[in-house]
């Protein structure tokens, strides 16, 4: 058996201890806003109690003990650093950025125990050649190369003790420090997007549906020569761990170092797939970490990773952003108004400031699809343009809402695929891409 590794860290499990993580968590952060507010006050300063919450040694306590706690906790850190700017400072967005590059591994003995869980006592039995350390690890689990009883090359992605059991208590205590810390609007009310993380995340610690989604993907692309992805061994899934053929391939990040065609064409086919995802099958794979897809240099195929964050969309919601896209498109902006508002946002008053605010967002983020030319994403400003003006939008806290949840999904993968198309250098004609979809 392999020795335990230095940088694996245990996860806590009970109830109580991971309460006493966020606990602890906002304990250091508390001290370290009064110890920031002495600095600033001894220098002269006025400190604002944003200043003093985002400072270096904040951002390591929150991440360092979320990413310790895996889980719920980890995730609800991760989706939020992928916000665009509607929801949080963009200061704390890039502190939690952190959590997505963390890799931490559990211990011999937690992964023991998920393990014997799945499988029984003698699961080492059943495999061959199983390599304890893993060759990925996330907010759930990790995953682990070995052999099948039928000498397939294969992965397993294990769950870690205790996350399905946690997932309601963390969103709540996440919830809470964040409401506590004053980074939130005033007003705004995050509890249906709390309610529905619990459910999306309720089914992320769920492999079996992981595996339905996975073959669901599978088949659907199967005819498609861009995309590769591993198929599921039923037989040796379980709720806490899926089976799969192991596929090979490198970051897909790797993809910038090729030449600009290789590129653009790797990016308008993911650009293109997610369209698909969204208007025609109504199911989209919504996390947006670049580690989910993987290339494959002699093949040029795209390995697509990881589908426990899949979520249905309802036909009333893609519907409408159907409708949304045609109005940008033509320059609508009544269009784009009622559409919006269709879709969940608030949008205020005709002819207000804050109405006219809110089509200049719209229009800004849709901006790549609306003209029939090659967009080059990376000499796109619109992620600086759009902090910025979403930094005005909070002045109007009279309109707070909640955003509409699937749109806050969906959004998500937008905008991971255009960080990614901006990392790969990318130009691509986005137009033609989405104009036979709407």
Same mark, same amino acid.
């Given at each position: 058996?392999?020795?335990?590794?230095?940088?694996? =860290?245990?996860?806590?499990?009970?109830?109580?201890?991971?309460?006493?993580?966020?606990?602890?968590?906002?304990?250091?952060?508390?001290?370290?806003?009064?110890?920031?507010?002495?600095?600033?006050?001894?220098?002269?300063?006025?400190?604002?109690?944003?200043?003093?919450?985002?400072?270096?040694?904040?951002?390591?306590?929150?991440?360092?003990?979320?990413?310790?706690?895996?889980?719920?906790?980890?995730?609800?850190?991760?989706?939020?650093?992928?916000?665009?700017?509607?929801?949080?400072?963009?200061?704390?967005?890039?502190?939690?950025?952190?959590?997505?590059?963390?890799?931490?591994?559990?211990?011999?003995?937690?992964?023991?125990?998920?393990?014997?869980?799945?499988?029984?006592?003698?699961?080492?039995?059943?495999?061959?050649?199983?390599?304890?350390?893993?060759?990925?690890?996330?907010?759930?689990?990790?995953?682990?190369?070995?052999?099948?009883? !039928?000498?397939?090359?294969?992965?397993?992605?294990?769950?870690?003790?205790?996350?399905?059991?946690?997932?309601?208590?963390?969103?709540?205590?996440?919830?809470?420090?964040?409401?506590?810390?004053?980074?939130?609007?005033?007003?705004?009310?995050?509890?249906?997007?709390?309610?529905?993380?619990?459910?999306?995340?309720?089914?992320?610690?769920?492999?079996?549906?992981?595996?339905?989604?996975?073959?669901?993907?599978?088949?659907? %692309?199967? !005819?498609?020569?861009?995309?590769?992805?591993?198929?599921?061994?039923? &037989? %040796?899934?379980?709720?806490?761990?899926?089976?799969?053929?192991?596929?090979?391939?490198?970051?897909?990040? &790797?993809?910038?170092?090729?030449?600009?065609?290789?590129? +653009?064409?790797?990016?308008?086919?993911? /650009?293109?797939?997610?369209?698909?995802?969204?208007? &025609?099958?109504?199911?989209?794979?919504?996390?947006?970490?670049?580690?989910?897809?993987?290339?494959?240099?002699?093949?040029?195929?795209?390995?697509?990773? +990881?589908?426990?964050?899949?979520?249905?969309?309802?036909?009333?919601?893609?519907?409408?952003?159907?409708?949304?896209?045609?109005?940008?498109?033509?320059? +609508?902006?009544?269009?784009?108004?009622?559409?919006?508002?269709?879709?969940?946002?608030?949008?205020?008053? &005709?002819?207000?400031?804050?109405?006219?605010?809110?089509?200049?967002?719209?229009?800004?983020?849709?901006?790549?699809?609306?003209? +029939?030319?090659?967009?080059?994403?990376?000499?796109?400003?619109?992620?600086?343009?759009?902090?910025?003006?979403?930094?005005?939008?909070?002045?109007?806290?009279?309109?707070?809402?909640?955003?509409?949840?699937?749109?806050?999904?969906?959004?998500? =993968?937008?905008?991971? /695929?255009?960080?990614?198309?901006?990392?790969?250098?990318?130009?691509?004609?986005?137009?033609?891409?989405?104009?036979?979809?709407?």
């Amino acid at each position: 058996m392999a020795k335990d590794k230095s940088d694996s =860290k245990a996860i806590p499990t009970g109830r109580f201890s991971r309460f006493a993580k966020v606990a602890k968590m906002a304990g250091g952060v508390a001290g370290g806003m009064l110890a920031e507010g002495g600095r600033q006050i001894r220098a002269g300063n006025r400190p604002r109690a944003r200043d003093m919450l985002l400072t270096p040694g904040n951002a390591k306590r929150v991440t360092d003990q979320l990413a310790e706690m895996r889980g719920a906790a980890m995730k609800m850190g991760q989706m939020l650093s992928m916000d665009t700017g509607d929801m949080l400072p963009r200061e704390l967005t890039d502190i939690l950025a952190r959590l997505r590059s963390d890799a931490r591994s559990m211990p011999i003995d937690q992964l023991q125990q998920s393990m014997t869980e799945a499988f029984g006592d003698d699961w080492e039995s059943i495999f061959y050649g199983f390599d304890f350390t893993p060759i990925a690890a996330a907010s759930i689990g990790q995953v682990h190369k070995t052999i099948s009883p !039928d000498g397939r090359e294969i992965v397993l992605k294990i769950q870690y003790p205790g996350v399905a059991e946690s997932i309601n208590s963390d969103v709540d205590n996440i919830a809470t420090l964040l409401r506590v810390s004053g980074l939130l609007p005033k007003g705004l009310d995050i509890q249906p997007l709390l309610n529905d993380a619990k459910v999306q995340l309720q089914e992320e610690a769920d492999y079996l549906l992981e595996a339905e989604f996975l073959q669901a993907f599978g088949e659907v %692309l199967a !005819d498609d020569p861009r995309f590769v992805l591993p198929e599921v061994l039923h &037989e %040796l899934t379980h709720r806490n761990v899926l089976a799969m053929t192991y596929v090979a391939g490198v970051p897909i990040e &790797e993809v910038a170092d090729l030449p600009q065609k290789e590129r +653009d064409r790797v990016v308008s086919a993911l /650009i293109e797939l997610m369209l698909t995802e969204l208007f &025609e099958l109504r199911m989209v794979q919504t996390d947006p970490n670049f580690a989910n897809y993987q290339y494959c240099h002699g093949s040029g195929e795209i390995v697509l990773l +990881d589908f426990g964050a899949t979520r249905h969309f309802k036909a009333a919601f893609v519907n409408n952003y159907k409708k949304l896209l045609k109005a940008a498109v033509a320059g +609508d902006e009544n269009r784009i108004a009622a559409a919006a508002k269709r879709l969940g946002y608030s949008m205020g008053e &005709e002819g207000s400031a804050y109405r006219e605010l809110v089509l200049d967002l719209f229009n800004l983020a849709l901006e790549p699809l609306c003209v +029939d030319e090659v967009y080059d994403f990376s000499r796109s400003d619109i992620p600086a343009r759009m902090s910025e003006m979403a930094e005005s939008v909070q002045e109007y806290t009279e309109f707070w809402e909640t955003p509409p949840t699937d749109a806050v999904y969906f959004h998500r =993968k937008l905008g991971g /695929i255009f960080l990614l198309a901006s990392r790969l250098k990318a130009r691509v004609n986005v137009y033609q891409l989405i104009s036979h979809l709407i």
